[in-house]
């Protein structure tokens, strides 16, 4: 290494360390502006404050939600239709940015049908189903609306929503096969409701709706599929053989 490399070494080695200059100088301007930085300070303790402020605040409220909607529930539970209406509809109303003021837009709209009060059902299921709710749920929601606005004469937004509900994934997907095909019923479109009457009898051999379903068959000319009492063993039709 030649003469002047090493000097120009040691001249760099006995420079000031860059952090610890940067931090005398912190230092300096903090005594040359105590008030600036007692500002700072306070502002910093404000801040802090108002974060945990609004932590609480959220935290109250998912809680109050939470004892609100299982209130409300246990009243529906109880078939108290109208005082559960209202116990979901103020949730909604009050608290409807938390998890279970949500919820509780879809049991208020649900609560209305049970009350046979359609009309009132509508707002709720759409304000739920804006909200994007997982699928399962908007399902539900697509349902019970087209039962509403069947209920209300609207046979197209019924349709529609039906429809909707039919094609998501999710458990209603039967109950939605059905009363589309009540719907197309109702509308004059026989040829539409026996189809989903049969898919709705080939699906769902053991469907809640399964004796309505095939007297609907029965009522616009149709031959339903046999029940599975009907069935042999193997899934034999008996109605397949005749005695000689």
């Known amino acids: 290494m030649s003469a002047r490399a090493t000097k120009t070494t040691q001249k760099e080695l006995r420079q000031p360390d860059e952090f610890v200059t940067a931090t005398a100088r912190v230092v300096e301007w903090g005594r040359e502006n105590q008030t600036t930085v007692q500002y700072a300070a306070v502002g ?4 802090l404050l108002a974060i945990a402020g609004v932590g609480w605040w959220t935290s109250s409220r998912d809680a109050r939600a ?6 409300a529930i246990e009243l529906y539970k109880a078939e108290q239709w109208g005082e559960s209406f209202e116990g979901f509809r103020a949730l909604a109303e009050d608290l409807g940015s938390t998890d279970y003021g949500r919820l509780a837009t ?5 609560a209305a049908l ?3 009060k359609p009309a009132e059902a509508i ?8 909200g994007s709710p997982p699928v ?3 399902q539900l929601a697509h349902l019970n609306l087209g039962r509403a606005l069947s209920s209300t004469g609207d046979v ?20 939605a096969t059905f009363e589309l095909a009540r719907v197309e019923q109702t509308a004059g479109n026989n040829e539409r409701a ?10 769902n051999p053991n469907g809640p709706a399964v004796d309505l379903a095939r007297a609907e068959v029965l009522a616009l000319g149709g031959t339903p599929p046999p029940s599975p009492s009907m069935m042999m063993p193997g899934g034999i039709n008996p109605l397949q053989f005749q005695v000689n």
């Open 44 to 47: 910093l303790v404000v801040l």
């Open 66 to 71: 939470n004892r609100e909607f299982y209130s």
């Open 114 to 116: 049970k009350l046979d």
């Open 194 to 203: 026996l189809e989903l009457y049969g898919n709705y009898l080939e699906d």
């Open 106 to 110: 879809l049991y208020a709209g649900r």
């Open 123 to 130: 707002p709720f299921y759409l304000e739920y189903l804006d």
């Open 136 to 138: 399962a749920l908007a």
């Open 156 to 175: 197209e937004g019924a349709r529609t929503q039906l429809q909707t509900a039919l094609e998501l994934e999710g458990p209603a997907r039967p109950e």
